[in-house]
C-alpha cells in the first residue's frame, strides 16, 4: 500500500526547530489557559515562604537577621499567592517569578549562612527556569546564579575547602540545568511529533476525522461570535467502489493520496483538511463566504478532473458545501449539497442550506476556472 504524503502534510509532521516559541509550547506554564505549572510554582513558593518563616522563627541563632529573613518569607508568600490563585498569569510573570526565587535565594543564603545546603538552595530555581523559561531568561539566570553564587561563597565561606567544594558544586549545578533542558526539550519534541502524528491520516497527511471536527466546531463557533462567516466543504471520490473494483485499491490509494496533494497546494495555511471516511474529505474554510467557498471547490473540481491521470487512474469529485445560513448544522447542509451533487450525475459543485424561508434549498454551481486567488476570505 503506497505510503508517501503530500509535501505539505511531510513538512507538517517534522517537528518544529523553534520549540520555545509562544505558539508551540502548550507545555509551558499558561499557553492556552492552562495554569497547572503556574499552580506548581506557586505551591514551591508557600513552601519557601513556610520554612523561611519557621527557620527565623525556630532558629533566630541561626541567621544574622531574622527581620530580612521574614521579608523574605513575606516577599516568597506573595509571589506563592499570585502564582497559585491568579487568573492573568501570563509567560512572562512566570519567567519573573523564577528570577525572583533566584534573587530569594540569594538573600536567604547570605543572611542564613546554610553552607552545606548552598547548592542545593540553588538549585531550585535554576530547574524551574530549565523547565518554564524562556531561552534567554534561561541564560539570565545562570548568569545572575553564578554571579550571586560566588558573592554569597566569597562572603560566607570560611575555608578554602569550602570555597572549593562550592566551586565545584556550582559547576556541577549548571551541568545539570542544561542536560536538563536538553532532555526536556527532545521530550517536547517527541511531544510535538506525536500529536502532529495522531492528528493525521497516515495515507494521505489529511487531519482525522476527530481533529476536523474539533476544528470546524472551534471555527464555527468564532465565527458566530464574530459575525463572521465559516464555509464547509465535503469532497468524496465519484464511484470509489467502482475505482477499486477494477484497478485495485492501491490504485485508489494512490487517487486519495492525489487528491490530497491537489487539495494541500490549493488551500491557505489558516485552511483545514481532513479526511472523513473512506474516499470523503472534509475542508474547512475560516473567515470565507459560501460564494468564495464555491469558487475555491470548482477550482479544485477541475483540477482534480484535469490532472487526475497524473495518478495513473482517471476520477472525479463531487462536493458539496453550506450556505451562509447553516451555521446551526453545517453538516446536515454540506452532506445534503453532496448528495445533491451524486444525484444529478456527479463531478460537479453543489451550495446548499439546512435550512431558509422557502425550506430546503440546493444550488448548482456553474462558474468557470479563473485565475483569481483561491478561497479569498471574505
Not at 463557533?221 to 470509489?240: A, N, P, W
Request: glycine content about 6%; proline content about 4%; hydrophobic content about 50%.
Amino acid at each position: 500500500m503506497p505510503t508517501a504524503l503530500p509535501e505539505a502534510a511531510r513538512r507538517a509532521l517534522k517537528p518544529l526547530p523553534d520549540l520555545d516559541s509562544r505558539t508551540r509550547r502548550a507545555w509551558t506554564a499558561t499557553q492556552s489557559g492552562d495554569r497547572k505549572a503556574a499552580r506548581q510554582i506557586g505551591d514551591q513558593f508557600l513552601v519557601a515562604a513556610v520554612t523561611a518563616a519557621a527557620v527565623a522563627l525556630v532558629a533566630p541563632q541561626a541567621v544574622t537577621d531574622s527581620a530580612y529573613l521574614f521579608g523574605i518569607a513575606v516577599c516568597a508568600l506573595l509571589f506563592g499567592v499570585y502564582l497559585r490563585f491568579s487568573l492573568y498569569v501570563g509567560e512572562l510573570s512566570v519567567d519573573r517569578a523564577i528570577t525572583a526565587a533566584l534573587l530569594l535565594v540569594a538573600g536567604t543564603c547570605f543572611i542564613a549562612r546554610p553552607m552545606q545546603l548552598l547548592p542545593m538552595l540553588y538549585l531550585w530555581p535554576l530547574i524551574l527556569s530549565a523547565q518554564y523559561a524562556l531561552p534567554g531568561r534561561l541564560a539570565t539566570n545562570l548568569v545572575l546564579s553564578l554571579i550571586t553564587f560566588g558573592f554569597t561563597v566569597g562572603t560566607v565561606a570560611d575555608s578554602d575547602s569550602h570555597k572549593a567544594s562550592a566551586v565545584i558544586f556550582s559547576v556541577v549545578i549548571v551541568g545539570v540545568t542544561l542536560a536538563y533542558r536538553r532532555l526536556r526539550r527532545h521530550v517536547a519534541e517527541l511531544l510535538i511529533r506525536l500529536e502532529e502524528l495522531s492528528a493525521r491520516d497516515p495515507l494521505t497527511g489529511a487531519l482525522t476525522q476527530e481533529r476536523f471536527e474539533r476544528a470546524l466546531h472551534a471555527w464555527v463557533g468564532h465565527g458566530m461570535r464574530r459575525q463572521v462567516e465559516t464555509s464547509l466543504v465535503i469532497l468524496d471520490v465519484d464511484h470509489m467502489a467502482k475505482l477499486n473494483a477494477a484497478h485495485g485499491h492501491e490504485v485508489g490509494d494512490a487517487a486519495l493520496q492525489h487528491l490530497a496533494r491537489v487539495v494541500y497546494d490549493a488551500i491557505r495555511e489558516t485552511d483545514a483538511f481532513g479526511r472523513l471516511d473512506g474516499a470523503q474529505f472534509g475542508l474547512l474554510l475560516p473567515a470565507t463566504r459560501a460564494i468564495d467557498a464555491v469558487t475555491a471547490a470548482e477550482r479544485i473540481r477541475e483540477t482534480l478532473e484535469r490532472r487526475a491521470s497524473e495518478s495513473g487512474v482517471d476520477f472525479t469529485v463531487s462536493i458539496g458545501i453550506a450556505g451562509e445560513h447553516s451555521h446551526d448544522d453545517p453538516w446536515a447542509a454540506a452532506r445534503r449539497g453532496l448528495e445533491l451533487a451524486k444525484d444529478t450525475g456527479g463531478n460537479r459543485v453543489v451550495l446548499a442550506e439546512a435550512t431558509d424561508v422557502a425550506g430546503p434549498r440546493a444550488a448548482e454551481a456553474d462558474l468557470a476556472p479563473s485565475d483569481a486567488p483561491l478561497a479569498d476570505a471574505a
